[in-house]
C-alpha cells in the first residue's frame, strides 16, 4: 500500500485560473504541462494547484468624491 504524500501527488490536479489567480476556474487537468498550454490561451490567468488558495485581491483605497 502506498504512503499518503504518494497518493496526493498521483492524484494531483491543476487549474487555470482566470484574472491573475482571482478569477474563476477556466480549466482542470492532471498534468501540468497541459494546464499551462491552457493558460497560454487566455491573457491574464495563472496555473495554481487544485485547492490552493487564490490570491489575495489587491486592496484598492476608496476615494472621496466631493459634492
Known amino acids: ?3 499518503a504524500p504518494c497518493n ?3 492524484n494531483q ?3 487555470v485560473v482566470g ?5 474563476k476556474v477556466l480549466f482542470t487537468s492532471g498534468s ?3 494546464a499551462d498550454a491552457v493558460a ?3 491573457p491574464g490567468s495563472s496555473v495554481r494547484t487544485k ?3 487564490p490570491a489575495a485581491k ?4 476608496a476615494i472621496p468624491t466631493e459634492k
Do not use: H, S
Not at 484574472?19 to 478569477?23: F, H, S, V
Not at 489587491?58 to 483605497?61: D, L, S, Y
Open 8 to 10: 496526493k501527488r498521483k
Open 40 to 42: 497560454k490561451r487566455y
Open 32 to 34: 501540468k504541462a497541459t
Open 1 to 3: 500500500m502506498p504512503c
Open 19 to 23: 484574472q491573475d489567480g482571482t478569477g
Open 58 to 61: 489587491p486592496i484598492v483605497p
Open 51 to 53: 485547492g490552493e488558495a
Open 13 to 15: 490536479q491543476f487549474e
